[in-house]
């Protein structure tokens, strides 16, 4: 205990500063983040072979399938998803 009854954590220049520390709070502060309808956004990756709806074509298959008829227009290079992609994607400014 140090002298004022409080435990002793360290050095300033040991335990440097709170932002430096990843927590869920401050994860991806000062970093570019995916748009939302990007391939890697939070409504674009759903249309991915591992997201919800891409994954369900995958398991489904045929023409819904990534390389099938349908399929095929909702990846990055398809129509569907290219657009979208070109349009709605990319990534936003830095945050903070």
Do not use: Y
């Not at 970093?31 to 891409?54: I, N, Y």
């Amino acid at each position: 205990m140090s002298s004022h009854g409080s435990s002793n954590t360290g050095s300033k220049t040991s335990t440097g500063m709170a932002s430096q520390v990843k927590t869920p709070a401050n994860a991806g502060i000062g970093e570019d983040r995916p748009r939302v309808f990007d391939s890697q956004g939070s409504v674009g990756k759903q249309f991915t072979e591992s997201g919800a709806l891409g994954g369900a074509a995958q398991k489904i298959g045929g023409p819904l399938d990534k390389e099938g008829m349908v399929g095929k227009q909702f990846t990055e290079e398809g129509k569907i998803g290219g657009s979208v992609q070109s349009a709605l994607g990319g990534t936003k400014g830095r945050s903070n």
